[in-house]
């Protein structure tokens, strides 16, 4: 029947103010936004204070001394997040933490442009009491160091205790003391026969004049593997001397046209993740999401902008008969048999005639239509009748109709 109640009044005015639903909205849509924008980025915006063997990592196995060391002097370091930084003639030190990790892309795109490939040594793990810390566990298996450029590279290393003795250098610039324990490459392991050639040869460039390389060039192009990473990482950054020694060979290694230094942070799990709901927030479909935005604000602003006072919402079925004449009506109506009533229309003008003009309660019919014909007027009233029950559509019913309303008028003067 209807969702308008009937004897309760309703209430004057909202429950709360237009301002108070402006801020909670405001609030909201913020949050909401905030949320979208932190769950497509979230991962990218990680500190990777891990304690893990990375650029971001300020663990004793990290390289994030480095990283600073490098910004103090002027040699523009940067973290690459995505293998699409690889394109850069910048040295990228690639510091791979498992010998599973892929870095098939760093040694495709790098073929030809100084890269350093650091291979891990420590097991750690990270200290739970002190966030960005981590525990020392024990050297870690040589497999995973081995396996880093593995199988394009296979040689056979060793872990052993130095005496801390200064390094031998062969071309390259400063300095080196011998980590305690150290880590280094002992050849090339000539098994394997699926080694490509250009990937045989080894050129050491630091040895700790035992036969064992600390740093080695690989094949003639300017890709170098550091098989110990104390020369570089935050331990080995404790000594000024070392850390002097570590910019100069990372100069000695960078090429000429270089803009600075890159440090890859994609193969430790910190690369720029995919995302469908990233592309909302980038060109070129930031257009349309900003689109999207001015299109729901410009609503919004609508739905507040109201003019006037509100308005009360009708009932679905109105009291009283001119609801029931509305009804039967519009019932007539679809049922397409409005012309049908010119005749009975004619017959309730001419009862009512009758009873207003003082006819003889006699007369019927023929005689009564005789009758009201011999009034004095313009129209007789059997051809306003005949025209009535004539009618075929809805306009020429509402002629006839008009006509003998019109009729009676006539008369009644």
């Not at 001119?322 to 397409?336: E, M």
């Amino acid at each position: 029947m209807s969702d308008i109640a009937i004897s309760p009044k309703a209430a004057d005015g909202p429950l709360f103010r237009g301002r108070t639903v402006a801020l909670m909205l405001a609030i909201g849509i913020a949050g909401f936004a905030g949320m979208l924008v932190l769950g497509a980025y979230a991962p990218d915006l990680r500190s990777g204070r891990n304690g893990g063997a990375h650029a971001l990592s300020n663990a004793v196995t990290g390289y994030a001394g480095l990283v600073q060391l490098a910004q103090a002097t002027g040699r523009n370091p940067r973290i690459v997040r995505s293998t699409h930084g690889f394109d850069t003639e910048d040295l990228l030190i690639v510091t791979p933490e498992e010998g599973r990790t892929n870095i098939s892309e760093a040694l495709i795109q790098r073929a030809t442009r100084p890269t350093l490939f650091v291979l891990p040594k420590w097991q750690m793990a990270a200290d739970e009491d002190h966030p960005g810390w981590a525990r020392y566990q024990g050297l870690i298996p040589l497999y995973e160091p081995i396996g880093v450029l593995a199988p394009g590279v296979n040689f056979t290393m060793r872990q052993y205790r130095s005496g801390g003795g200064v390094l031998a250098t062969h071309g390259v610039p400063g300095r080196f003391w011998a980590p305690r324990p150290i880590q280094v490459i002992t050849g090339i392991d000539q098994k394997n026969k699926r080694q490509q050639d250009r990937w045989r040869k080894l050129t050491p460039l630091i040895d700790d004049g035992k036969g064992g390389i600390v740093l080695a060039q690989i094949g003639e192009g300017p890709l170098y593997v550091l098989a110990d990473p104390d020369l570089l990482n935050n331990r080995g950054m404790k000594e000024l001397s070392q850390a002097r020694s570590a910019l100069a060979l990372l100069d000695w290694m960078n090429s000429t046209d270089a803009d600075g230094i890159a440090f890859d942070v994609s193969s430790n799990g910190f690369g720029h993740s995919r995302s469908p709901l990233k592309l909302l927030f980038e060109p070129p479909f930031l257009a349309m999401t900003l689109a999207i935005v001015v299109a729901l604000l410009l609503t919004g602003i609508h739905a507040f902008g109201r003019f006037g006072p509100s308005r009360a919402r009708a009932r679905a079925v109105a009291f009283g008969k001119a609801a029931l004449v509305d009804n039967s009506a519009l019932l007539i109506r679809k049922a397409g048999r409005e012309a049908r009533l010119g005749g009975r229309y004619a017959a309730a003008i001419r009862e009512r005639a009758a009873r207003f003009f003082g006819a003889p309660a006699r007369l019927r019919d023929g005689a009564l239509d005789q009758y009201l014909d011999s009034l004095k007027g313009k129209q007789r009233f059997t051809d306003l009748m005949q025209a009535a029950d004539a009618a075929s559509d809805r306009h020429s019913l509402l002629d006839a109709a008009q006509a003998l309303h019109d009729w009676q008028g006539d008369k009644s003067r």
